[in-house]
Every structure is written in C-alpha cells, then in structure tokens.
C-alpha cells in the first residue's frame, strides 16, 4: 500500500517536472553574451576553426589539464587495484 | 580464453583501420568535430578489440604495458610543459603564444566559414595530440589492467 502511494506520489512529481520543462524556451538563454562574444571572437583570437575546440583546449585550457588528470588518476587507480594479482608467479609481463 | 579465428581474424582486420581513424580526429581535432579525447577513444577501441579477441598471454607481447604507460605520461607531460612554455614566452599559462604567428602551426587563418588547414591552431593541436596519446594509454591500460586480473584456464 505504501509502496504503490510512493509510486503514485513520485510519478506525479515527474510528470509535474516534465510538464514544466516543456514549458522552458530551448536555445534562448537568458543572457547570452558570454555565448556571443566566444562565437564573434573565437576564430579570430585562437586561429582555430573548430569553436567547441577552441573553447575546450585554448579558452578553458586549465579545465582540460585537469580532465586530463582525473583519466591519468583513474588509471592509477586501476592499475593499483589490480598490482597485486600480475605481480605473482603466473602474470609477470614484460 | 580466446575467441574463435573469425573474431580474431576480424580483430586484426579492423585494428588498423581504428587507430587510422583515431589518429585522424586527433590531429584533426581543430577543424572538425572531435578532438584529443574522443580521438584517443576510437583509438583504444581498436586495441579494445585486439584485447578482448585474445588471452592475456598473447596479447601482452602486441601491447607492452611499460609503452602505453610511457605513452600517457608523455601525453599528460607534453601538455603540461606546452602550459608551462607559454609562461616563458610571457603569456599566461596555457595562453595561445603559437597561434597566428606564421611559424609552425601558426599559419594566420582567414575570418569567417573556410575549410581550413591543419597547420593553424598554434597550440590548440599539440595539445590535442598530447590528450589523445594519454586518453590512448590511459584507456588500454584499463582494459589491460581488467584483463591481467581474469583468471584464466591454463591452455
């Protein structure tokens, strides 16, 4: 009984959402001119075509080193969870 | 455990054609759609393939891990030290010093939708291709890493 209430309640709430987010214009944000001023000026002050690239790698450059660092860190991760098991007899690599 | 000659042979068939492709959105990363990440992605899809068609016996002689790991730090080391080289040309770290400058990968581009060329961009494709090499590694080795962990029934 409480369990079917919940179901109830929650999909209520998610309709609710979803009826409101419909109700949200798409592509009209309400301030854009950061949005603006990277297309007007992105190809001119990085010489790159790609304007995703040059907001990616030139504009937010410290934002991807640290991308880049939380793939290096999941590796290390991994490869320190699974030390244990190839240091043994039967795995040795290289 | 190891797939039947089929997948194998398919595999190897495709193996070259992904890390063409990869390598193709990487240094392309400035004028196309993709870039250093979904580059080195393709690419570690196609040694994904060559790994999970063969044992882990097999395959570590194709793909030595000592390489893949020298690959990800040489690509997470050559972004870091193209950050820090823009702090010696007196540009804030990471700031663009080769872009426009008509030397290596500076060529100055003209304004406005063109095709392009793959020798502009200053900094924005060095730092692809390091991302790429490091996403590359990165990825291989989790899955090498996986692998080594499976035990295997001893042919």
Redesign the interface.
């Known amino acids: 009984m409480r369990t079917a209430l919940f179901c109830v309640i929650l999909l209520v709430l998610a309709g609710g959402l979803l009826l409101m987010a419909t109700d949200l214009s798409f592509g009209h944000p309400l301030r854009s001119d950061m949005d603006d001023y990277f297309i007007r000026h992105g190809?001119?002050q990085?010489?790159?075509?790609?304007i995703?690239?040059?907001i990616?790698?030139?504009f937010r450059?410290?934002d991807?080193?640290g991308?880049?660092?939380v793939?290096?860190t999941?590796?290390l991760g991994?490869?320190l969870?699974?030390r244990k098991?190839?240091s043994g007899e039967e795995?040795e690599?290289? | 455990m190891k797939m039947t000659k089929i997948v194998r042979t398919t595999a190897d068939a495709f193996y070259p054609f992904c890390l063409v492709f990869g390598l193709y959105v990487v240094t392309h990363g400035h004028l196309t759609p993709g870039g250093g990440f979904q580059g080195g992605a393709v690419m570690a899809t196609g040694t994904a393939l060559l790994i999970v068609s063969r044992s882990y016996r097999e395959i570590t002689g194709r793909l030595r891990q000592t390489m893949l790991k020298l690959c990800e730090a040489f690509g997470l080391m050559l972004f870091l030290l193209a950050g820090l080289q823009s702090l010696a040309n007196a540009r804030p770290f990471l700031g663009n010093w080769l872009t426009q400058t008509g030397g290596f990968v500076g060529s100055v581009v003209s304004y406005g939708p063109n095709p392009g060329s793959l020798d502009t961009g200053g900094l924005v494709p060095l730092l692809n291709v390091g991302v790429g090499l490091e996403v590359f590694g990165g990825l291989t080795l989790i899955i090498l890493c996986m692998l080594s962990g499976i035990k295997e029934d001893r042919p």
């Open positions: 190809q001119y990085t010489g790159v075509n790609n995703v690239t040059s990616v790698f030139d450059g410290f991807t080193l991308e880049a660092t793939l290096f999941a590796v991994v490869g969870m699974f098991l190839h795995y690599n290289d």
